[in-house]
């Protein structure tokens, strides 16, 4: 096979399509002539996409940062009733 396959062609052949592209490389898929989608190796499809780090992961990966404020215990401006009111 060339690395283009027909849909239906891909679905009737679809372990010699998988083994073709762990032996070839990517595998194009066509519907009436037109490449409608590609088959990649799970590796190539993982190195694309950078990892497979979940969001919890990545969170807890960041570095330790002391977020500890100190301020002082006076209040920022007196609050009270003007004597006219």
Do not use: C
């Not at 590609?38 to 570095?63: Q, W």
Request: glycine share 8%; charged share 30%.
């Amino acid at each position: 096979m060339n690395g283009h396959w027909q849909l239906q062609e891909a679905k009737q052949r679809f372990s010699e399509l998988i083994r073709s592209v762990e032996t070839d490389g990517p595998q194009f898929v066509t519907r009436h002539g037109e490449e409608v989608a590609v088959l990649i190796d799970i590796a190539e499809y993982r190195r694309l996409r950078g990892g497979e780090e979940d969001f919890k992961a990545f969170l807890r990966s960041a570095p330790d940062v002391d977020l500890e404020i100190s301020r002082s215990a006076a209040p920022a401006r007196v609050v009270g009733l003007d004597a006219g009111e």
